[in-house]
């Protein structure tokens, strides 16, 4: 499964023109965790979250350092934080610099990089525009599809094999294949000895017939043309 089984395509974002709170509403109001924030080219620039609200002076949460922090702290690091609680603008209080992935990437490396980056979503960026963003709720429902779809996958197979199974025990020759007979994600595999190619042609087809099956896989072998086992 890559990035593209999963994003989300539809994705909300801001300019870095947009009123923070302005943002802060969208967060709110699509309960979502982060909206990418696009230049004047359409280009992602950055990234504003949740976390981007945290020290704010308006709820008084501001980072306060003490005398001595204060001086060991460069000028740059103060100017920085004192724009980012007190920005006005999605352009001012965004995030730049982050990971991205794109629509080919493999589940496993996304993974990867929410962990290593101890973030919760990445943009999946395809020829250097917005193609969606993943969070950890879609890897979660990617999770709970994967369950389902295993799970109706292995129902599947049982109707096909019981299927299979009724067509040849009302044949007078298919009787002794009814256990021969293996399905896996809609492949059938019939095993076992078979008297001739017309035996071996007859159980192809009555396994092609039955509803569901995506393809067949024969491994009989005709009687006669069994390999011989030498004798050491």
Request: no cysteine.
């Amino acid at each position: 499964m890559k990035a593209r089984d999963i994003l989300t395509s539809n994705v909300i974002t801001v300019d870095v023109e947009t009123p923070l709170p302005e943002v802060a509403d969208l967060l709110v109001r699509h309960r979502v965790g982060s909206l990418p924030v696009l230049d004047g080219d359409g280009a992602v620039a950055g990234i504003v979250s949740e976390d981007d609200f945290l020290r704010r002076v308006e709820t008084g949460t501001q980072r306060r350092l003490s005398r001595l922090a204060e001086f060991f702290t460069s000028d740059t690091a103060l100017q920085e934080d004192y724009v980012r609680s007190r920005a006005q603008k999605a352009g001012d209080a965004m995030r730049t610099g982050l990971p991205h992935v794109t629509p080919d990437t493999e589940l496993v490396e996304i993974v990867n990089v929410l962990e290593n980056h101890n973030i919760h979503s990445v943009l999946v960026l395809e020829d250097g525009k917005l193609a969606g963003i993943i969070s950890r709720s879609d890897l979660v429902r990617a999770f709970a599809s994967s369950l389902h779809d295993n799970a109706q996958s292995a129902e599947d197979d049982r109707v096909i094999r019981k299927s299979l199974q009724d067509e040849l025990a009302a044949q007078p020759w298919g009787r002794r294949f009814e256990n021969s007979i293996v399905v896996v994600n809609g492949i059938v595999h019939l095993w076992g000895s078979v008297g001739s190619e017309a035996e071996r042609a007859a159980l192809r087809v009555a396994a092609e017939r039955i509803p569901g099956v995506r393809g067949v896989e024969d491994h009989t072998i005709v009687r006669g043309l069994m390999p011989l086992r030498h004798k050491l």
